[in-house]
Each structure stands twice: as structure tokens, then as C-alpha cells.
């Protein structure tokens, strides 16, 4: 059946009740005391109180039974190949997994796993335009992949990042990875990239996986990417005293990554806190990998930056929500009117010792997830790989 474009679509209207308690992702202000959202064609329109909100003309009603709303999650850091397969550890559904932990966005640090992958400048920029134009129109459950993130290689000139620009790729795979790996050629790259609107990582520290290699402050600091990619080591962290300088000297993005360093992701937590610069820091797994794929890998971090770093559950959340949206150029990530309507409902596991969502992530436990949405749409309702939630919020449909 073709749809009439003369017949103006309906509205959806999606209202969510009885939120007890609403993490924002936004550091400014972590946590809001509306109790109810109005989303209005997968985009939120209004954030209040019950009785301030019209929900006039609902198609979808939500009763989240008093669990908590935050911003769908956002890994930072990925590395996909081809569809919802990872032939790092030869597993099919990785992505699917993943929005079962709570992530409703990937960002790719470069789909470097892509067996044969390409070193010709011809061949990575197909590579890298085919791999962003295949995640955009291929979405797991919903999940939106940024993808199509090519590594750089000797020999490109200015105009290849024109080109790539002009041809849809937004980011840059890890600096590094590539036969690049010196600072001066990353950062003229790196510079062409920013000239076009292209954004950049660069990998910090010790090799990943035999053929990668070492990349240490000085190259970081020298490059000038966007984003440290994994300033923890993926997995081998450079040593503490680079770290340190790394969050003083520079003021680009710190990641943190779950297939990292754990100390060292401390060390950087540590820093980011006393230099009043949280805004900076993001979460990313690093997945697939060596470790294997993490569909929990975010709330892991969550749950150890809180419970291990001392910081509140709830600030937590805007390293993997508002702060990675920030940085990264997103709609998602923060539960305010204008953005995308895409949540994840939490709440305390069952038998957990905290007595409420936040303690329970402060000692360390990871929350249960009740429900996915992914622009106003529900796109899983209990978790499949959480420990189950406590209480489960449920599609009431009209009021
Ligand atoms: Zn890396």
C-alpha cells in the first residue's frame, strides 16, 4: 500500500507517567523533578509535572511506575564491520545485545576489523562511504550507528577529506591505527578533516591487537584530534604521569573506555574532577575486541566511575548521555524538549543492596532496565541481559 502524500500523517503522541525520578544527562543539572514527558513525532515536547502537561490526543501512554527515565545511552567508541555481525570474536547480534544495555547510539572509532580491510587511499574512502551509508539505513532494534570512520593512511592529500566530507563521512576512525602514527602527519591530517567538518580520534596508548602500535602523549598532544580516543589504554594505558598531562595540557575530549585500563580510567576520572573539566569525559567500550563484545559495557562503566571513582550516580550518567552528545554533535543524550525522544527506564536490580536506582549503582550494582525507546518508539521492554528491575514500566495505552 503507498502512502498518499497529499493525507497530512497523523500525530504520535507518546506520554510517559509516573517517572519517579528523572536523570537528565545534562551535568548542569543532573537531575530534574518531572514526573512526565510528552513526546510528539519522536521528539520530546514537553518535560514537567503531570498536570502541566496537555496529553490531549495521546496515541501512546507509558506508565513508568515510578523507575527512572534517562537519555538512551551512547557508546562512544565501537568498532562494527558489516551488519550485526563482529568477526572479532565471530559473533552474530552484538548490536541487539547492546540495546539491551540501554545503548541507543554507537559512534564508530573505525571499522577496522573489516577483514582485508583496504590501505589504499581509494579503497578506505569506498570503505569508509560504504560503511556509513549501510549503518545509517541498518538500525538493530532502532540503535543508530555512526559509522563510516576511515583510518588514515600516508599519502592522503587535503583533497581526499574534501571529498570524503562531500561524500557523507563525519568522523574520523582512530588516528593511528593506520600507517600514520607520527604527530605531525596527523595533525596536518587531522586539520584537513576539521577544515571539512570531519571530527577525530586518535588511539592513546600501547597496541590493541598485534598491528597496532604505540601512541604516546607526545604524538597525542601533537595530533590535536577531537577526541583521546580510550585515554585509558585499549587496553594497555600509557603511564600515569602522561595521563595527568594529557587532562592538564589538553582540552579535548577524554574517553574512557570499558576494554581499558580500569585504573587508569580512575586516574583520568580523578584528574577530570579536580581540574573542573567533567564536561570533557565520555565512555565508550571499545567493542568488539580482544575482551570480547560488552552488551552491559556502559553501565558497567557507569556503575565503576560511581560506585570506585565516588561520583554520583546520577553525574555518571551525563558521561555516557549529555556529555558524548555534546561532544559528539547528537540530538539524543539529554531529556529536554527539542531533542530525540530516546530513553532508557531504570531501575534498582532485584535484591540489590541499594534501596533506591542511584545507591545501587554507587555501591557498585547495575541497574535493571525496564524499557528501550528510540525516537518515541518502545523498542525492547525487559531487558534481556540486565539483572531483572525491580519494577518494569508499562505501555497503558490511551489515558
Ligand atoms: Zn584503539
Redesign the pocket.
Known amino acids: 500500500m503507498s502512502a498518499d502524500p497529499e493525507k497530512p500523517k497523523s500525530d504520535t503522541r507518546v506520554v510517559i507517567r509516573n517517572i519517579g525520578l528523572l536523570l537528565t544527562g545534562d551535568l548542569k543539572s543532573p537531575i530534574n523533578d518531572a514526573d512526565t514527558v510528552l513526546a510528539v513525532n519522536g521528539k520530546i515536547r514537553a518535560v514537567g509535572k503531570e498536570k502541566d502537561i496537555d496529553a490531549e490526543g495521546a496515541t501512546t501512554v507509558i506508565d513508568a511506575k515510578g523507575t527512572a527515565l534517562a537519555p538512551g545511552l551512547i557508546d562512544s567508541h565501537v568498532h562494527p564491520v558489516a551488519g550485526d555481525w563482529t568477526p572479532r570474536q565471530n559473533q552474530i547480534g552484538w548490536i541487539d545485545s547492546y540495546l539491551h544495555g540501554g545503548v541507543t547510539t554507537m559512534i564508530s ?1 573505525g571499522e577496522v576489523h573489516t577483514p582485508g580491510r583496504p590501505r589504499d587511499i581509494v579503497g578506505l574512502k569506498a570503505m569508509a562511504i560504504f560503511a556509513q551509508r549501510a549503518f545509517s539505513a541498518f538500525r538493530p532494534g532502532g540503535i543508530k550507528i555512526h559509522a563510516g570512520a576511515p583510518v588514515i593512511e600516508h599519502g592522503m592529500v587535503e583533497e581526499d577529506f574534501k571529498d570524503l566530507a562531500a561524500a557523507g563521512v563525519t568522523m574520523l576512525g ?1 588516528v ?2 593506520g600507517s600514520v602514527k607520527d604527530g605531525r602527519t596527523a595533525r596536518e591530517m587531522v586539520g584537513w578533516a576539521r577544515k571539512y567538518g570531519i571530527q577525530s580520534t586518535i ?2 596508548g600501547g597496541p ?1 591487537i598485534p598491528g ?1 602500535s604505540l601512541i604516546d602523549k607526545d604524538i597525542v598532544l601533537a595530533a590535536d584530534a577531537d577526541v583521546i ?2 585515554i585509558n589504554g ?1 587496553h594497555t594505558a600509557l603511564p600515569d604521569d602522561q595521563i595527568v598531562c594529557l587532562c592538564e595540557t589538553s582540552s579535548r575530549a577524554l574517553e574512557i573506555v570499558h576494554n581499558g585500563n580500569e585504573r587508569a580510567g580512575l586516574l583520568t576520572l580523578r584528574m577530570a574532577k579536580e581540574l573542573g573539566c567533567l564536561d570533557r569525559v565520555i565512555l565508550g567500550t ?1 567493542s568488539p575486541a580482544g575482551s570480547g563484545v560488552q552488551p552491559l559495557g556502559i553501565l558497567r562503566m557507569i556503575a565503576l566511575l560511581s560506585s570506585l571513582g565516588d561520583l554520583p550516580a546520577e553525574v555518571a550518567v551525563c558521561l555516557a548521555t549529555g556529555n558524548t552528545a555534546r561532544i559528539r554533535a547528537l540530538d539524543c543524550g539529554i531529556v529536554e524538549a527539542g531533542r530525540d525522544a530516546t530513553f532508557v527506564f531504570l531501575d534498582r536490580a532485584q535484591h540489590s543492596a541499594g534501596k533506591t536506582v542511584l545507591e545501587s549503582i554507587q555501591l557498585g550494582d547495575l541497574p535493571g532496565i525496564g524499557m528501550v525507546m528510540i525516537d518515541g518508539i518502545v523498542s525492547t521492554q525487559r531487558s534481556r541481559n540486565t539483572p531483572p528491575a525491580t519494577r518494569v514500566p508499562e505501555v497503558v495505552g490511551l489515558p
Open positions: 572509532a582512530e593511528g591505527l588511539h592513546t590493541s597496532s580516543g580510550h585499549g571499545d
